[in-house]
């Protein structure tokens, strides 16, 4: 397996700590759109979006990011195959609202050292089935085919953790956490940062 992970920039919800989840459209704000490009220029620099598959969750804000991504590689927005699988953590009823209230009702609901869900979000999904989602996707995927995902802090955690591992989190290996706007290389089993984003870190960013 070859693929390049990158996280999306940042975006409206995540500077005001709002919930995202799967929600379709949430655009960048201006320091997302200057990481975009960051993450951009890097990929572009390392010549190693050369020939690789495109693909990216249907999410608005991994949309725009590719967009961006997108000039400075030299392909076109329309090469990017979207999968749903490659969306974030289904976050149910706590989409589009705000991280204090949630907590102002019912307590902690994130692990600040693991900076994950620690609680599991009513009517959303859990750790073990994004995992399942994941590992079917890249099940699909042609292995001699190299590939550049765009996607989400906390399934990105998921999809480096299937094939380099990680710390165990309700049955899933997550991999470490990297800030918004970061790019990861993973390869044999290995992996290496390609761009440190400089984005917050943890799901206040997903």
């Given at each position: ?28 704000t201006r320091a997302g759109i200057a990481q975009a490009e960051a993450m951009g220029a890097a990929i572009g620099a390392s010549g190693v ?158």
């Amino acid at each position: 397996m070859d693929i390049v992970i990158a996280r999306h920039a940042e975006t409206v919800f995540n500077a005001a700590a709002r919930m995202q989840g799967h929600l379709g459209h949430t655009p960048l704000t201006r320091a997302g759109i200057a990481q975009a490009e960051a993450m951009g220029a890097a990929i572009g620099a390392s010549g190693v979006a050369e020939g690789r598959d495109l693909w990216v969750s249907p999410s608005g804000r991994t949309q725009q990011t590719a967009a961006i991504v997108s000039e400075h590689i030299g392909r076109s927005f329309f090469d990017w195959q979207h999968d749903k699988r490659l969306l974030e953590i289904d976050v149910g009823a706590w989409e589009g609202r705000n991280y204090a209230e949630i907590i102002a009702e019912i307590g902690p609901i994130v692990d600040q050292g693991r900076r994950l869900f620690s609680v599991q979000p009513p009517q959303g999904e859990w750790f073990p089935a994004i995992a399942a989602r994941l590992s079917e996707w890249l099940a699909e995927l042609d292995p001699s085919r190299p590939v550049l995902a765009i996607s989400h802090g906390s399934t990105a955690r998921v999809l480096r953790g299937l094939p380099v591992g990680g710390e165990d989190w309700h049955g899933v290996a997550i991999a470490p956490d990297g800030p918004q706007g970061t790019v990861f290389h993973v390869k044999d089993g290995a992996e290496t940062v390609l761009h440190l984003g400089s984005g917050v870190h943890g799901v206040k960013a997903a």
